[in-house]
């Protein structure tokens, strides 16, 4: 099975700062690879897939990029409504995976 | 709009059973793969299970392989989750999740709120 890692586990960051969320999977996924974006008592969230598209109506202050096992999340400019907790999910195998998650909160 | 609503989480014994519901509106339910993930307290997302448009294929965690089975009715774009044996472990907040594709489980564009499943002595 393939296992997903993230990094930092939690971040303290404070509004406007540039912030990148490090993903790293056990083998290669190609470009397989999405992150969410999950806040307290809400459903998760599609931000970006196939590494580095956004989903449709994120803002553009997140990208992502990345292939193979190595992947980042990167907010360039840190909004009070994107503290919350991001994971990255593999989708390279029949099963997905998710990391373990980033805690992003404030400084 | 994409509506998810799940249904039947409760309190269960160790070694019982509970079925879970999942209610669709809003798309053309027997078009996309449907997966249940779930979030045990302070602990992150777990994926849990996965059935296709048609139900032809389920795929399932090794944590919940032979214990639990996806089903889903698509004359009445609803998404079940049988679950049986359960463990302490088991407990957790089920979300019921839509798939941006119809074969293979690959990303999630919509979740529900989810449903609290306790398993307790």
């Known amino acids: 099975d393939i296992q997903m890692t993230q990094s930092p586990s939690t971040l303290s960051a404070s509004v406007g700062d540039r912030v990148t969320i490090t993903c790293r999977a056990s083998?290669?996924?190609?470009?397989?690879l999405a992150w969410y974006q999950h806040k307290p008592g809400k459903a998760p969230k599609l931000l970006i897939y196939k590494a580095s598209v956004l989903e449709s109506g994120v803002p553009s202050r997140f990208s992502g990029s990345g292939s193979g096992t190595d992947f980042t999340l990167t907010i360039s400019s840190l909004q009070p409504d994107d503290f919350a907790t991001y994971y990255c999910q593999q989708y390279d195998s029949y099963s997905l995976t998710f990391g373990p998650g980033t805690k992003v909160d404030i400084k | 709009q994409v509506h998810l609503v799940e249904s039947g989480g409760g309190v269960a014994q160790p070694g019982r059973s509970l079925r879970l519901s999942c209610a669709a509106s809003g798309f053309t339910f027997n078009k996309n793969g449907m997966h249940w993930v779930r979030q045990a307290p302070g602990k992150g997302l777990e994926w849990v299970a996965f059935?296709?448009?048609?139900?032809?294929?389920?795929y399932y965690a090794d944590s919940v392989k032979g214990r639990f089975s996806i089903s889903r009715d698509n004359s009445n774009n609803t998404l079940f989750l049988q679950m049986n044996s359960l463990r302490a472990e088991d407990t957790a907040l089920y979300y019921c999740a839509k798939d941006v594709e119809a074969i293979f489980g690959v990303v999630i564009d919509s979740w529900g709120q989810g449903t609290l499943v306790t398993v307790s002595s």
């Open positions: 083998q290669s996924i190609s470009n397989w």
């Open positions: 059935i296709s448009f048609d139900g032809s294929n389920e």
